[in-house]
């Protein structure tokens, strides 16, 4: 597939340093270990020149993607459909029935599956997926894989498929060393030496990154950071804390003040999560307050700020917090809020630190310009973008203006619309049919 194509779909206009590295890398045919900061692109580095390794006349799976979590497995699987091209891709994880993956599998005959460790095995146990045909392996966030224990379900998966000819690593840290079972670097059964891309300079990072210390006159510090959420104004920020029970305590405090916000932590069900992640990102909720499972691998463009409420464990969690924000080229800004008991982390210097003065009076911002719909019917009744758009602009009244995102999942989909719109919408399309189907329309909580 022509490469120029594929990035004008996606609205790129070349690639980074990095993802040409990459690229020619991927081309040698050798195993890859490309090393690079969070938000530097490194999907798109190893998706493009998997695609244009793929190939017509094969039948079955010709590439397995390992992620440590569902999320990245996702965002993984949109990317590749973005790309629009004419292979297929899904991706399995656990938390649905591996049934009902396997179901699709069978129609869909992807090329590529993108798949946590555990579920890939599943997948592999039961004969759901060839591996005769597997050529090429991806393991994304390789780091984090190891560091959530999957190290035997890796090893697994890889002992179980015998024709891999790439082996492909990505990670935002450098790995001291990589298990002999990967079959990568030394104590590896391959005579070829690896190729090792590192791009990890945290130099450039900081350029981009606005590094700053909010004092909290108290040990619990919930009106501190609603005083700098408010100062902050309408940016996109993300509040990381180390534990679910606070995730929980300060989104109520924040939502009890009337200050948008929403909750994300592993504890969630998984439609909750999805539901959660599509609102932050379509502007339905500015401010994000999570643990550090937000940390990895969501790529989600636009955020201004990462806030600490806690100090991260250690000085990689601080690294993959920020990468949240200062994405590719962009600017971000960065605020640990600590109280007169906390000191900065030794990796970091007071003077690379300065501290924010809040002022005592801030305004909240204005309520986001944006509202989310929920439709409960999705791609299972064969309800697609263009359906709900064209009943949105025909029974509802909308314009073209009116309209942001739009995702369909498999039984419902969410729909961004002008928040001004939403109560004249509701009322509109109340008991009408969305391609001939009675549904539920109602803004999502």
Not at 17 to 43: I, N
Not at 92 to 101: F, I, K, L, N, V
Not at 275 to 303: E, M, Q, W
Not at 380 to 406: A, M
Request: glycine fraction near 8%; aromatic fraction near 6%.
């Amino acid at each position: 597939m022509e490469l120029q194509q594929t990035l004008s779909r996606l609205g790129i206009e070349q690639l980074t340093p990095m993802q040409e590295a990459a690229r020619e890398a991927f081309r040698t045919g050798r195993d890859v270990v490309l090393l690079s900061p969070t938000g530097s692109g490194k999907t798109l580095a190893f998706l493009l020149p998997l695609l244009q390794s793929l190939r017509a006349d094969v039948q079955g799976v010709q590439a397995v993607v390992m992620t440590p979590s569902r999320e990245l497995a996702l965002q993984i699987e949109t990317v590749f459909k973005s790309m629009n091209t004419p292979y297929k891709a899904m991706s399995c994880y656990g938390g649905r029935p591996a049934m009902d993956e396997h179901r699709v599998m069978r129609s869909l005959m992807p090329a590529v599956i993108i798949a946590t460790p555990g579920r890939m095995n599943d997948h592999l146990n039961k004969q759901n997926i060839d591996p005769a045909t597997v050529r090429t392996l991806v393991i994304d966030e390789f780091d984090k894989s190891l560091e959530f224990g999957f190290h035997d379900e890796m090893a697994e998966v890889i002992g179980r498929l015998p024709a891999l000819k790439q082996r492909i690593l990505l990670s935002a840290t450098d790995a001291r060393e990589i298990p002999q079972f990967v079959g990568v670097g030394e104590g590896s059964a391959s005579d070829t030496p690896y190729i090792k891309i590192d791009f990890l300079n945290p130099e450039t990072d900081g350029v981009r990154l606005n590094l700053q210390r909010v004092l909290s006159p108290d040990k619990d510090k919930l009106e501190t950071l609603y005083r700098l959420l408010c100062l902050l104004g309408e940016g996109r920020a993300l509040v990381f804390v180390n534990y679910r029970e606070s995730v929980e305590r300060i989104t109520g405090y924040l939502q009890a003040r009337r200050f948008p916000c929403d909750m994300f932590h592993g504890g969630m069900e998984q439609e909750d999560r999805e539901r959660t992640l599509y609102k932050f990102r379509n502007g339905t909720c500015p401010v994000l307050v999570s643990t550090d499972l937000a940390a990895r691998g969501l790529d989600i463009p636009g955020i201004d700020s990462v806030i600490h409420y806690h100090l991260p464990l250690n000085e990689e969690a601080f690294t993959h917090r920020n990468g949240r924000t200062a994405r590719w080229q962009a600017q971000g800004s960065s605020y640990l809020i600590l109280h007169a008991a906390e000191r900065l982390p030794d990796y970091l210097q007071e003077a690379e630190v300065p501290v924010l003065e809040l002022p005592e009076q801030t305004a909240r911002p204005p309520r986001p310009l944006w509202a989310t719909l929920y439709i409960g019917r999705g791609k299972k009744e064969k309800l697609n973008k263009v359906d709900i758009v064209g009943f949105l602009y025909k029974k509802g009244g909308l314009s073209r203006e009116d309209v942001g995102q739009v995702d369909v999942r498999e039984h419902h989909a969410y729909v961004a619309v002008h928040r001004d719109k939403l109560k004249q919408l509701l009322t509109l399309v109340r008991g009408e049919k969305i391609k001939g189907m009675k549904t539920l329309i109602e803004e999502a909580k």
